[in-house]
């Protein structure tokens, strides 16, 4: 280490789909019923803890070798509820951090919301609010998605704004479910012009599971409309992505940011670099899936791994004070 790296602190701001953190228990308010202990899919209490501990080991170790910590701020896509996430800032591999947590229950036809962990020694919550997106479905009727989440705060004396966001999915085609991607995007950019309103230069990270590419018209739409830069738009290749569909990589899971990350003052957080967190423990590593996320179910098969999503990530640096 030079003297140069002493000077500078680094901070992880990471993003993880989880893969459908479920508790055991039912709620009648929720579509659960595959996670349940007398289903199918016999999610027990043993599974869970194990998918606990599994993830609370992923997380400890995103951007760990730059920044000799955890990240200061982890925003999630498929927790259940509020309960699963204190479980897992309980786990093995987190317990010894001090993590808050920031969750709000959406109507999601799923159950599933995205929320935020956040080390509370470098990161303090100001404020929290969630939007919801109004789609309609093919007949009409308000169709529920995931709400997106705005946390703002304070990291190195800087006040940060993070979206977090988990938009509709690609269930019913890639094409017919575009629009509702689209209103999404358009969603976030109203939040990004109303926290303008109130700081001109404020700064501003948008993260999530956007079930789109960096190629994709809602990303583009949402990078050039809400003058974001995108830096994962080059990383998605043949033999890389976030996730795999049918032996095809995806990047749907990715982190942009205000372009005054780039500012050069060296008392203020500058974006550093970007990546997609795909260490080889989180892989299948052997037979024809060999390379792609090791997952925790397949259908209802259980396979007992991490996520069908590798976690994305961006470091920020900054002067020591």
């Excluded at 929720?30 to 992923?58: A, C, E, I, M, S």
């Excluded at 999601?108 to 935020?116: H, Q, S, Y």
């Excluded at 997106?148 to 509709?168: A, D, Q, Y």
């Amino acid at each position: 280490m030079n003297s140069q790296d002493l000077k500078t602190i680094t901070y992880t701001v990471a993003f993880y789909n989880l893969e459908n953190l479920f508790d055991i228990y039912n709620d009648a308010t929720k579509h659960d019923n595959d996670f349940l202990p007398g289903t199918d899919k016999r999610w027990t209490k043993k599974r869970y803890d194990r998918k606990l501990y599994k993830l609370g080991q992923v997380i400890s170790k995103i951007g760990f070798e730059d920044a000799q910590k955890p990240p200061a701020i982890v925003g999630l896509a498929e927790v259940e509820n509020k309960n699963v996430l204190q479980d897992l800032i309980q786990s093995k591999d987190l317990e010894a951090y001090d993590y808050g947590i920031v969750h709000y229950n959406s109507q999601d036809e799923r159950g599933i919301d995205v929320g935020l962990i956040y080390d509370k020694t470098v990161f303090s919550v100001d404020n929290s609010k969630t939007y919801s997106i109004y789609i309609e479905d093919d007949i009409g009727e308000q169709d529920y998605t995931r709400d997106i989440l705005l946390v703002s705060g304070v990291l190195h004396s800087e006040k940060i704004h993070c979206i977090v966001n988990h938009w509709p999915s690609r269930r019913e085609g890639e094409i017919e479910s575009m629009p509702k991607r689209l209103k999404a995007a358009e969603k976030v950019i109203e939040i990004i012009n109303s926290i303008k309103v109130k700081d001109t230069n404020a700064k501003i990270i948008v993260m999530g599971d956007f079930n789109d590419n960096p190629s994709n018209e809602s990303i583009k739409f949402l990078s050039s409309n809400g003058h974001l830069f995108n830096p994962m738009e080059t990383m998605l290749s043949y033999t890389r992505g976030s996730l795999n569909h049918n032996f095809k990589w995806n990047l749907f899971d990715q982190i942009l940011i205000s372009t005054n990350f780039f500012e050069t003052n060296k008392e203020r957080l500058k974006f550093d670099e970007a990546d997609i967190f795909d260490e080889k423990f989180l892989t299948q590593y052997k037979g024809k899936f060999k390379g792609q996320p090791f997952r925790t179910y397949v259908g209802k098969k259980y396979k007992g791994g991490y996520s069908d999503h590798f976690p994305v990530y961006i470091q920020l640096n900054a002067a020591k004070n």
